[in-house]
């Protein structure tokens, strides 16, 4: 089976072009390397330095596709060069395939490659001087030096600076990719956060008017039916107030709206006031100081899930909220009665995201959360909900 050479480059064509026509050019004036007459010379008919300039040629054309190659069958021509006239044009191509087998060939030759011709342009240096005694012997030396070491120098220098700027290329991806990565993850993470944001705002307000609502529709009782549109009202202006400080946070500084003050502690009074106007019998036990303003917007945003969850859920009973604060840490709990069915109206379907929204802001602060049914043999049905969270208040930490 035949074996099919690669194509070479278009630029190998050109180069091993311009050497056939410059060494063609150098034999049809009369210029040699050496004289006829010089004991080196074997064949001293002109024609005989053709072959090793066609050799060289035809390496040429392999000088980036099989560099090794081409490197080996252009050394057996340039030494048949030396038997004859020579011609200049060969041993330019030759020191040219020096340089292209150190910049394309494999890393393990353009390792190699320097060091043997350094070793050669030394032997060819000394054994002359030591052989013939004459200070002219070092030219040889210099000649080796010129025709192998400089161009094997070269090929390493320029190999060196591309396979820096490729990895320089590199890692100029690798950054642009993990600063993609991190794009990424920080508008998930500020999508979750929005998320939580709205889902505690919104869903505390909806519950409430969609429960009243459905009061007001089913009961035929104008007394009823006023309360109820003055609950629903009250928090449709509240609502609205929310989702005012959600687009002020959303605007940059260009806009025409302010964002409003996160909501803190001091307010919870007022949350649970609310609570009851909904509906539902609330106590709360509130002590702390000063706190970090992520930990008390955790705090309230809990506090809210809870109350509105149990608004939507919770068996007829008392909701107990207590925040304590200790040493290094706030803890929220807050339980409702659990089991059973309210008897006092419809209730209002939940999504389930009020758990995960309030276990990641937990998870933020490095917090531990949990949530469930436990024993309370105070209960009708012996039953509670629970939810507590632990925030810590060490100073940096941040939503």
């Given at each position: 089976m035949a074996v099919r050479l690669p194509r070479p480059h278009r630029d190998d064509v050109r180069i091993a072009a311009a050497g056939l026509f410059g060494g063609l050019f150098l034999y049809a004036v009369g210029l040699g390397t050496r004289p006829a007459g010089e004991p080196i010379v074997l064949w001293s008919d002109s024609r005989a330095l053709l072959i090793p300039l066609v050799v060289m040629t035809g390496c040429e054309l392999l000088r980036r596709t099989m560099p090794r190659t081409a490197l080996l069958v252009g050394t057996v021509a340039v030494v048949a060069d030396l038997f004859t006239r020579g011609s200049l044009a060969t041993l330019v191509m030759f020191t040219d395939l020096v340089y292209a087998a150190v910049l394309y060939g494999p890393p393990a030759s353009a390792r190699r490659i320097p060091w043997i011709t350094g070793l050669l342009t030394v032997a060819g240096t000394i054994a002359p001087v030591a052989i013939w005694r004459q200070p002219e012997a070092l030219l040889i030396g210099v000649g080796v030096g010129v025709v192998s070491l400089a161009p094997a120098a070269t090929g390493w220098i320029v190999r060196n600076h591309r396979d820096a700027a490729e990895a320089a290329r590199l890692r100029a991806e690798q950054t642009a990719l993990l600063a993609e990565m991190d794009r990424s993850q920080a508008v998930t993470a500020e999508r979750a956060r929005m998320a939580r944001e709205l889902h505690d705002m919104v869903a505390n307000h909806l519950s409430a008017i969609a429960i009243h609502s459905t009061a007001a529709l089913s009961l035929d009782d104008p007394d009823t039916s006023k309360q109820a549109l003055g609950v629903i009202r009250e928090n449709s202006v509240e609502g609205l107030a929310e989702m005012r400080r959600l687009i002020g946070i959303l605007r940059d500084s260009s806009g025409d709206t302010e964002a409003?003050?996160?909501?803190?502690?001091?307010?919870?009074?007022?949350?649970?006031?609310?609570?009851?106007?909904?509906?539902?019998?609330?106590?709360?036990?509130?002590?702390?100081?000063?706190?970090?303003?992520?930990?008390?917007?955790?705090?309230?945003?809990?506090?809210?899930?809870?109350?509105?969850?149990?608004?939507?859920?919770?068996?007829?009973?008392?909701?107990?909220?207590?925040?304590?604060?200790?040493?290094?840490?706030?803890?929220?709990?807050?339980?409702?009665?659990?089991?059973?069915?309210?008897?006092?109206?419809?209730?209002?379907?939940?999504?389930?995201?009020?758990?995960?929204?309030?276990r990641e802001r937990v998870a933020l602060l490095h917090g531990t959360f949990e949530a469930g049914p436990v024993g309370d043999p105070a209960s009708a049905d012996g039953k509670t909900w629970a939810v507590r969270a632990t925030l810590p208040i060490t100073e940096g930490e941040s939503e």
């Open positions: 409003v003050a996160a909501p803190t502690l001091d307010g919870l009074g007022a949350l649970v006031d609310q609570a009851r106007a909904n509906g539902l019998e609330v106590d709360l036990d509130c002590t702390h100081t000063t706190l970090p303003a992520p930990v008390e917007l955790a705090a309230y945003r809990i506090v809210q899930e809870c109350l509105t969850n149990a608004l939507k859920h919770a068996s007829p009973g008392r909701v107990t909220v207590v925040l304590a604060q200790r040493d290094h840490s706030l803890d929220v709990r807050v339980t409702s009665p659990y089991g059973g069915a309210r008897d006092d109206g419809p209730r209002a379907p939940g999504s389930g995201a009020g758990l995960i929204g309030m």
